[in-house]
């Protein structure tokens, strides 16, 4: 299909976010904001765990996904949980030269990643259809970078998503 200048199709409509580059480690708390700059969702970081864990929280305080690392593993992994029931694992690929991660969905599906993880410039898609892009180009803020999720999508859960990707390409940092 060709497109003219004016008929192109329109971009789907997206909600952006700020999150602070790795500052994740054990025991440390740190806010993502909306848009507009206001405290959206909290991270809060698990001290004193045999594992990296981390607590997705909305601003009243709420767990909505609890993330942890599992350790011992041959590929790099974190699972996301809501309650006592598993929501997706994050892999990290062993094979190739760049890194890449599969998450795996509780109900059989998969979203795929591709880009640059430790510059923080990739996407996040399902299906071939990109559902959330993570750059930190948009923003001029020192270790920040933005996540932009397209309308209609699972926010919490690409948050921690990109919260978990974060853990396992950043460690030590």
Known sequence: ??????DDPAPPATTMYQLRQRLASVGEDYWIDNGLGQHAYRVDG????????FVLKDTSDNELL????K???LRETMVMQHGDQTVATVHKHLIGLRD???IDLADGGELHTRGNFLDHEYTI???DSIVAEVSKRWLSVRDTYAISIVEGQDIPFL????VCI???CHEGR
Request: proline share 0%; charged share 30%; glycine share 2%.
């Open 1 to 6: 299909m060709i497109f003219r200048r004016g």
């Open 46 to 53: 698990k001290a004193l765990r045999l594992r990296q864990t």
């Open 66 to 69: 609890h993330l942890q690392r």
């Open 71 to 73: 350790l011992l593993r």
């Open 100 to 102: 890449r991660f599969t």
């Open 125 to 127: 898609s399902r299906d």
């Open 159 to 162: 948050l921690a998503t990109a």
């Open 166 to 168: 974060d853990v396992l």
